[in-house]
């Protein structure tokens, strides 16, 4: 069955965000008189229970802090550190590429609408995307909601779709809903599983996307 989609998570995979994201939370625990743990921010990177589980465990090692109060103040730098962030490495190959080929294409994430459509905006891909199906309106990864979604969005069978993923818990989302699955991971994820996955790239750079769809 021809390919005729192709569904990229956007946290990680289309932009490094997640490193900016890690960092604040670095900061912030180290500026709290504590390190945290990697194997926390590993257990629900992808998902969308990052910030709440950070925040409980800061409230481990600093008990009374005010989440609502830090909240802002994580944004902010957050947004800092995402001021001069691009597309990964070879991201707008994969794009222009697909378009060359006449691909739907979709985003699918378990962040927020608020937080996926302006960044899209700022990076100028997001006139690239036919459907940008987010965790506010779906059930979040590793559920395959967003990819069940994003499917119908485009109009696709799942035998038609590729998946581009940076974290195991997005593989399993991709492969619960049927999808051929592609990760990619970034630096902070490259240590992880992804023995779900049916292609492991390092970048996108590393194979054209012509490779792919002829696979």
């Known amino acids: 069955m021809p390919t005729r989609a ?55 090692y600093a008990p009374g802090i005010d989440p609502e109060a830090l909240r802002p103040v994580t944004k902010a730098r957050v947004m800092e550190l995402l001021v001069a962030l691009g597309p990964r490495e070879g991201v707008l190959g994969y794009l222009e590429a697909a378009a060359g080929h006449g691909l739907k294409l979709a985003v699918a994430s378990s962040s927020s609408g608020a937080w996926v459509n302006p960044h899209l905006e700022r990076l100028g891909i997001d006139g690239y995307f036919d459907a940008v199906l987010t965790g506010d309106r779906h059930r979040a990864k590793p559920d395959p909601d967003l990819y069940l979604a994003a499917l119908d969005a485009l109009g696709a069978d799942a035998g038609e779709a590729i998946a581009f993923e940076d974290t195991p818990h997005g593989v399993t989302a991709a492969k619960a809903a049927g999808l051929t699955c592609v990760a990619v991971p970034n630096a902070i994820t490259e240590s992880l599983d992804f023995g779900q996955a049916d292609v492991v790239l390092p970048s996108f750079t590393a194979k054209p996307l012509e490779a792919l769809l002829s696979r």
């Open 6 to 60: 192709l569904v990229f998570d956007f946290d990680g995979t289309l932009a490094d965000t997640e490193s900016a994201v890690l960092r604040c939370w670095q900061e912030t625990f180290r500026e709290h008189g504590a390190e945290l743990p990697l194997e926390a921010w590993y257990a629900v990177i992808g998902t969308q229970h990052t910030t709440p589980a950070m925040f409980a465990l800061l409230a481990e």
